[in-house]
């Protein structure tokens, strides 16, 4: 049930499941078994650990100024009980924030490469957060409270989350699944993780599943891609089976105030600078020296370029060291109002001097180390665009409007997440996030985000890829599919257009195997743990914060011997009420094949209110009950009636009080 501690020095800890994994087996209480359910989550797992080994006089080395990087500098501090000044963060470029970016202003243009679609359910991440100190708020507050206080206040939801035909918005209403559909996701669902190897989304679902509501609304959420792996949505339809029901019209998500840079990073790299960590930029690491003997590994060096010379960083034995695999931003191109980005990668491999040269180094030594190439090498397939627009009022804005749950200028939710354009041959999406997106942006100004799927295909009305594309042709297509093309000139005189595309952004979609990405901390490594997106997990899904708050958090309790559980996702999944609202989500809103003989069952129990009401009055009942009872047992069955007398007999002692 957890990942393998091989090192010796970490013998204290091999007792506990750092990583717990809840599918592995049944768990029973007993007086051997000290930790709570490997699913649990609450304050009883906030507990703060004392350390097998002393941290006094160990260093520790983080590559990446992600999200993960700077989760596992906080981990160390908090729970570790490491130094600030005894850790340091290696990183590319010359701002923390990795992924999680947001630059520029309202002349030159503001851009963010991707947004952040987030639930309660983000254990790991809100564990970090409720200990930051807030952005705004006075001294005492978290950046958790922070977040609490806008979302409690102003609840999210879409009006228009798909849309076709120029500007008209398509029924959303139901997920559009048929029968056939239905159990196609159920089968789905009751699958092993470990029969999915390498299969494909397309290659599993029918042709005609890929074109319903259930389909649009999931892959453009979560930017899913048909060729893209079918294990990965199977995990996601777990990690997200309680929000379901709210998934149509977005209300089951949460959004920051500010976009991911502001929100996040920058209360978080502000602790983490005031209790002494150290931010290297410019500094290229690709490749690790290592010294085994016994099956272990141990990191004696890194191996890196600084400033474009190259540098040897000594690592002591008792040091540790905090690895990023891979990138999902790495090589972007950017573009603007009259520029297409230019792309400077080939198709099968990033080249030596990337992001991805770490991994690639790495799995040169062992197989332990996975197989980055699996990942990296088919840009074509894990290539996306996306553009920032930074508007002034004009008929693009008027169009907003009527699209937004609130005014967008009213600082509330707008759009409540992306709309998604169904007969856009780019599967084009976007959306207004609240605003201002950015803590100093003017107030006349509103700043949308927009993306597409599909690389390889001519826009409806500009008849051309997205990335051949300039910005104002981006804008083009997407007032198109507005329905105001007409008045592009008067909206592109108020808009500012920049464009960012990604080769790898969805490159952890790609299809693999087990073994393909390696464990946080690999058999045998003694100092070394890999985070990111890139590593494996019980069975969390990737593409999320909470994945890479989760690896580095594994990763710190793995090499400071830390007797603490990290727990696995959160056990909503099984939880029958989720179950329940997800079956009737599913099955377009409608009561779900043996639900009213649950209602029958259980309608005068105390159980009563685990079951989603029922659209008809309660006097139909026993009859539309016996109508799905013979549907399942057969008309003129003999036990139909025996069975019906029993659902009475039992359902009028539970009203009566009698056993």
Excluded at 347 to 363: F, M, R, T, V, Y
Excluded at 478 to 500: E, M, N, P
Excluded at 506 to 522: N, S
Excluded at 541 to 567: C, D, H, N, W
């Amino acid at each position: 049930m957890t990942e393998k501690i091989s090192s010796t020095h970490q013998a204290d800890a091999t007792a506990f499941r750092i990583e717990a994994d809840a599918g592995a087996g049944f768990w029973r209480k007993g007086p051997s078994g000290t930790l709570p359910p490997p699913d649990m989550m609450g304050p009883y797992m906030r507990n703060r650990p004392i350390a097998a080994q002393s941290v006094e006089g160990r260093k520790a080395w983080i590559i990446g100024g992600g999200i993960a990087g700077l989760a596992a500098a906080f981990y160390l501090i908090r729970d570790g009980g490491m130094k600030g000044e005894d850790i340091t963060i290696l990183d590319t470029m010359e701002i923390v924030g990795g992924s999680l970016d947001g630059a520029g202003d309202a002349e030159s243009g503001y851009i963010i490469r991707g947004g952040r679609e987030m639930n309660f359910n983000y254990d790991n991440f809100w564990d970090l957060f409720q200990d930051v100190p807030a952005l705004e708020l006075p001294e005492g507050y978290s950046v958790l409270d922070e977040y609490r206080l806008v979302n409690d206040n102003d609840p999210n939801w879409s009006k228009a989350r798909l849309m076709h035909k120029q500007g008209q918005i398509r029924d959303f209403s139901t997920m559009g699944l048929s029968k056939s559909h239905q159990w196609e996701i159920l089968k789905l669902l009751l699958k092993r993780k470990e029969d999915l190897n390498d299969i494909t989304i397309e290659q599993y679902f029918s042709a005609s599943f890929l074109e319903t509501n259930f389909w649009y609304l999931w892959r453009s959420m979560f930017a899913f891609e048909n060729w893209q792996s079918l294990l990965e949505v199977k995990l996601y339809m777990h990690r997200f089976l309680d929000a379901l029901d709210g998934m149509a019209d977005m209300s089951t998500l949460v959004f920051p105030k500010y976009n991911q840079y502001d929100s996040f990073v920058v209360p978080l790299i502000r602790l983490l600078k005031d209790k002494g960590v150290k931010v290297q930029f410019d500094t290229r690491a690709h490749d690790l020296d290592m010294t085994g003997q016994g099956g272990d590994r141990t990191v004696t060096a890194i191996q890196c370029r600084v400033g474009g010379k190259a540098e040897t960083i000594t690592v002591g034995p008792r040091d540790l060291v905090f690895a990023l695999t891979g990138s999902m931003t790495e090589g972007t191109a950017y573009g603007d109002m009259d520029t297409a980005p230019v792309l400077d990668r080939g198709n099968a491999e990033p080249g030596e001097d990337s992001d991805w040269a770490l991994w690639k180094n790495l799995a040169q030594k062992s197989p332990i180390f996975g197989k980055p190439e699996k990942f990296y090498g088919n840009v074509a397939g894990s290539i996306w665009e996306s553009a920032t627009l930074t508007c002034r009022p004009s008929p693009l804005i008027d169009k907003l409007k009527e699209l937004s749950v609130n005014d967008p200028y009213s600082g509330k939710t707008a759009t409540g997440g992306v709309i998604t354009f169904t007969d856009s041959n780019w599967v084009l999406s976007f959306t207004c996030n609240r605003q201002p997106h950015f803590p100093t942006q003017p107030d006349d100004v509103l700043v949308l985000w927009v993306y597409a799927l599909l690389m390889d295909k001519d826009g409806n009305h500009v008849k051309k890829p997205m990335p051949a594309c300039t910005g104002r042709e981006v804008l083009a297509e997407l007032c198109f599919h507005l329905g105001i093309v007409d008045q592009l000139d008067a909206i592109a005189a108020q808009t500012k257009v920049r464009l960012a595309l990604m080769p790898y952004i969805t490159a952890q979609f790609m299809p693999r195997a087990a073994g393909d990405r390696p464990r946080v901390v690999p058999e045998g490594c003694t100092n070394l743990a890999l985070m990111g997106q890139f590593v494996e997990t019980s069975n969390d899904i990737i593409f999320t914060m909470e994945a890479s708050v989760r690896t580095a958090r594994i990763g710190v309790y793995t090499l400071l011997g830390l007797p603490k559980q990290v727990a696995d996702i959160s056990p909503t999944q099984y939880d029958i009420r989720n179950m329940l609202k997800a079956a009737r989500a599913l099955n377009n809103n409608a009561p779900f094949p043996g639900e009213r003989l649950l209602h029958r069952l259980l309608g005068k129990s105390y159980y009563a209110h685990i079951l989603p009401p029922l659209p008809e009055p309660e006097e139909t009942l026993h009859e539309r009950a016996e109508v799905e009872l013979s549907t399942l047992l057969g008309k003129g069955s003999q036990a139909l009636g025996a069975v019906v007398g029993w659902l009475d007999r039992v359902r009028d002692g539970l009203g009566k009080g009698q056993t």
